[in-house]
């Protein structure tokens, strides 16, 4: 992949130009904001498909009067987003299905049609998807006119008719798993179909944790709903309120100080580390090997500790507000996390040559949650799971925005898409994180944490897009009349990595399903909002 | 295997003494349900987390309590897979209303006696999601709560001074 400056837009548009979709290029802030018919809706992306573009996000907005529905998809190649836009009108709110092309935005469809009633004509999977019977059918949460409250039930009735794909024949069964699991996890449903011990389909129904994060943003401070970003998924708390800052920042026009994103930076790297200290414990526990987890457990334990100490939280919430962060951090602080680090280093040294040495761990993890690089692009599949199948994409390096943008970022891709890979592709991650929060600590100089917040006009709108610890996070405001929130859209890299799963643990044994799953380890809260 | 061998000798035991919770009514709590976990479960209890709604900050603290350092195990206080086998929920998030049910068969599926433990903010007041179209709240609005641990998420020690004032050993 080229990361050179030259950008494919001007191409682009000619090309769309002589297909005959018209464009009328505007923009929000320094992001190109692409406005087209409704009726080129599916044209477009069958052209951006052509084009290599990958398909990023998709969310739709009611128009305060009621009237009209503005319908977003982002795309991007060679780290340029571009925000693509069309208007439908409200009677009969229609436009048609881009996850012909893309199959990335199929579910993303799905949930808007849930939200919104709008109808993508000839979608290739027209079932309900956030939906299950907390609201009536055709009734639609993100509408204006639907109170935050609703019209709920004494007791939500269970999802029990959701048409799942049947599979039949001699010694098929099916297992279904879920929405409560067996272990410490999120909800949500798995079902398999198998004969002996080998997947032949895998469904997953999400949704069970839906609580209403998009509509009860609407008519927050940004201070609000900056708290509120931190809580989409807790496991992403400093990713998700970096990016929802970062979109309100945007539509206020404000800079953060630099000594601000500097410590934002090493929040969000401190934030890798920890997850990925985690699920490297709990990909080997998940396949009987107790020392690795022990070992890991041990370690994310003291680096939560040091959160703690140093930063007020273990997880770090709302240690990133509206215009900068919320406490500084001593030169003590950064003294005490450069050794941390060379301590971990060490460990490392002792921990990974006895994993990587182990006949066992091999056994299990190698070739098994096979995720092929051209399905992993496909699938738009983002982070760790994307890299450990090839896909070389950062927004740190690609997009970069303050404080990355001062130092390069290296970005470990491998290409042998199994378990191990991704394993293997969260070490170095890790590896990677550890030098960035020297650099970040050693370019901190004094200065101001937070910019003074100015109310944006009504309308504004702002798009933030970081590296979480899981992949890229889009973020979507706009703001209403008086400083609240009228528009607030996270897309979690799990939307496009759920899928990835559906895929990877085909002709699996259904014993493999925990570790493949944790190798992933898709958020649930943080993708049914 | 030497490595690993070197390893565990090396790290030796981490794991750390925790005191007593101090909180009188906390205190008051434990006393009451030691009497009924004494009379019931011989110093054992079994503990079915369900998420019914949480962002998942939660479930990260209470997985630490089976880490290294906090070894919930060693007070007889052990995560089981099943509600069947379990003495007490640990219930965290605002109960989405996609949850609703499932926590009630959920609750249903435990045996009698059995208590519930609302865990963390929005288990215990709805947090910030509070009640809305898609979210009941607080866990009491859906099933009966008998013992609340706030915090956003409960660090390992706040979950382990609730539980203990569950066990008050």
């Known amino acids: 992949m080229s990361h050179s400056n030259s950008s494919w837009k001007t191409d682009f548009l000619k090309q769309a130009n002589e297909a005959g979709i018209s464009v009328e290029q505007l923009a929000i802030g320094p992001l190109s904001l692409w406005q087209i018919v409704s009726s080129d809706w599916q044209r477009f992306a069958e052209l951006a498909v052509q084009h290599n573009l990958r398909w990023v996000a998709g969310w739709a907005e009611q128009e305060q009067e009621q009237e009209w529905f503005l319908i977003n998809a982002c795309f991007e190649k060679q780290g340029r987003h571009v925000l693509l836009r069309t208007r439908v009108h409200n009677p009969k709110p229609e436009l048609p299905s881009q996850a012909t092309v893309y199959p990335a935005a199929s579910r993303s469809e799905r949930h808007t049609q849930d939200m919104f009633g709008l109808n993508f004509v000839n979608h290739p999977d027209n079932r309900p998807w956030t939906r299950?019977?907390?609201?009536?059918?055709?009734?639609?949460?993100?509408?204006?006119?639907?109170?935050?409250?609703?019209?709920?039930?004494?007791?939500?009735?269970?999802?029990?008719?959701?048409?799942?794909?049947?599979?039949?024949?001699?010694?098929?069964?099916?297992?279904?798993?879920?929405?409560?699991h067996a272990g410490i996890i999120?909800?949500?449903?798995?079902?398999?179909?198998?004969?002996?011990?080998?997947?032949?389909?895998?469904?997953?129904?999400?949704?069970?944790?839906?609580?209403?994060?998009?509509?009860?943003?609407?008519?927050?401070?940004?201070?609000?709903?900056?708290?509120?970003?931190?809580?989409?998924?807790?496991?992403?708390?400093?990713?998700?309120?970096?990016?929802?800052?970062?979109?309100?920042?945007?539509?206020?026009?404000?800079d953060i100080p630099s000594r601000a994103a500097l410590i934002r930076g090493i929040l969000a790297e401190r934030e890798r580390v920890a997850n990925h200290l985690g699920d490297m414990g709990a990909i080997c526990n998940d396949v009987g090997?107790?020392?690795?987890?022990?070992?890991?457990?041990?370690?994310?334990?003291?680096?939560?500790?040091?959160?703690?100490?140093?930063?007020?939280?273990?997880?770090?919430?709302?240690?990133?507000?509206?215009?900068?962060?919320?406490?500084?951090?001593?030169?003590?602080?950064?003294?005490?996390?450069?050794?941390?680090?060379?301590?971990?280093?060490?460990?490392?040294?002792?921990?990974?040559p006895a994993l990587d040495l182990n006949s066992s761990l091999e056994d299990r993890l190698y070739t098994a949650g096979f995720l092929s690089e051209d399905l992993a692009a496909a699938l738009g599949t983002l982070g760790y799971v994307g890299r450990a199948s090839g896909q070389d994409f950062d927004v740190r390096r690609d997009a970069p925005y303050a404080p990355y943008d001062r130092l390069a970022v290296k970005v470990p891709v491998e290409t042998q898409s199994d378990i191990a890979s991704r394993f293997w592709v969260r070490h170095k991650e890790i590896n990677v994180a550890l030098k960035l929060i020297g650099q970040f600590i050693d370019l901190l100089a004094p200065g101001e944490l937070r910019s003074a917040w100015q109310t944006p006009t009504e309308g504004r709108e702002g798009l933030g897009i970081i590296e979480g610890?899981?992949?890229?996070?889009?973020?979507?405001?706009?703001?209403?009349?008086?400083?609240?929130?009228?528009?607030?859209?996270?897309?979690?890299?799990?939307?496009?990595?759920?899928?990835?799963?559906?895929?990877?643990?085909?002709?699996?044994?259904?014993?493999?399903?925990?570790?493949?799953?944790?190798?992933?380890?898709?958020?649930?809260?943080?993708?049914?909002? | 295997?030497?490595?690993?061998?070197?390893?565990?000798?090396?790290?030796?035991?981490?794991?750390?003494?925790?005191?007593?919770?101090?909180?009188?009514?906390?205190?008051?709590?434990?006393?009451?349900?030691?009497?009924?976990?004494?009379?019931?479960?011989?110093?054992?209890?079994?503990i079915r987390e369900v998420d019914a709604g949480s962002c998942n900050g939660c479930e990260l603290e209470?997985?630490?309590?089976?880490?290294?350092?906090?070894?919930?195990?060693?007070?007889?206080?052990?995560?089981?897979?099943?509600?069947?086998?379990?003495?007490?929920?640990?219930?965290?998030?605002?109960?989405?209303?996609?949850?609703?049910?499932?926590?009630?068969?959920?609750?249903?599926?435990?045996?009698?006696?059995?208590?519930?433990?609302?865990?963390?903010?929005?288990?215990?007041?709805?947090?910030?999601?509070?009640i809305s179209y898609a979210s009941c709240g607080a866990v009491s609005n859906v099933i009966p709560v008998d013992m609340v641990i706030p915090g956003c998420p409960p660090t390992p020690l706040a979950l382990m001074k609730g539980l203990l004032g569950l066990m008050h050993r």
């Open chain 2, 62 to 130: 209470i997985h630490a309590l089976n880490n290294p350092f906090y070894d919930i195990e060693r007070f007889g206080i052990h995560f089981v897979a099943s509600p069947r086998h379990a003495d007490v929920l640990l219930v965290t998030g605002p109960v989405s209303r996609h949850m609703q049910t499932a926590l009630l068969r959920t609750y249903e599926a435990t045996p009698d006696p059995k208590w519930v433990i609302a865990a963390g903010d929005c288990a215990a007041c709805g947090g910030e999601f509070g």
């Open chain 1, 469 to 529: 610890w899981r992949g890229e996070i889009i973020t979507y405001v706009r703001f209403d009349a008086g400083n609240t929130i009228a528009r607030f859209y996270p897309r979690d890299p799990s939307w496009l990595n759920w899928p990835a799963l559906e895929k990877l643990v085909l002709d699996n044994i259904v014993p493999d399903f925990p570790v493949c799953n944790k190798s992933v380890n898709g958020s649930y809260s943080g993708h049914d909002l």
């Open chain 1, 289 to 352: 090997f107790a020392f690795a987890q022990m070992q890991f457990t041990r370690l994310r334990e003291l680096w939560l500790r040091t959160n703690a100490q140093l930063f007020g939280h273990r997880l770090l919430m709302d240690r990133i507000v509206p215009g900068g962060v919320a406490f500084d951090l001593s030169e003590q602080a950064g003294i005490a996390i450069k050794r941390e680090i060379a301590h971990l280093r060490v460990e490392f040294s002792e921990i990974l």
């Open chain 2, 1 to 46: 295997m030497l490595r690993l061998f070197k390893k565990i000798l090396a790290t030796g035991v981490v794991t750390e003494r925790v005191k007593a919770p101090k909180d009188d009514e906390l205190e008051q709590l434990g006393i009451e349900i030691k009497r009924h976990i004494d009379r019931k479960f011989s110093g054992s209890i079994a």
């Open chain 1, 132 to 180: 299950h019977k907390a609201w009536p059918k055709n009734s639609y949460p993100l509408r204006k006119d639907f109170p935050a409250q609703g019209e709920p039930e004494a007791v939500t009735p269970p999802d029990r008719d959701y048409p799942f794909v049947k599979a039949y024949g001699a010694g098929v069964y099916e297992i279904p798993v879920g929405p409560v």
């Open chain 1, 186 to 254: 999120e909800p949500g449903h798995f079902r398999f179909q198998a004969v002996g011990e080998t997947i032949l389909n895998l469904e997953e129904r999400l949704g069970y944790v839906h609580k209403g994060v998009e509509k009860i943003a609407e008519g927050r401070t940004p201070e609000q709903l900056a708290r509120l970003a931190g809580r989409i998924s807790g496991d992403t708390t400093v990713g998700h309120c970096w990016a929802a800052c970062m979109a309100m920042e945007q539509a206020a026009g404000i």
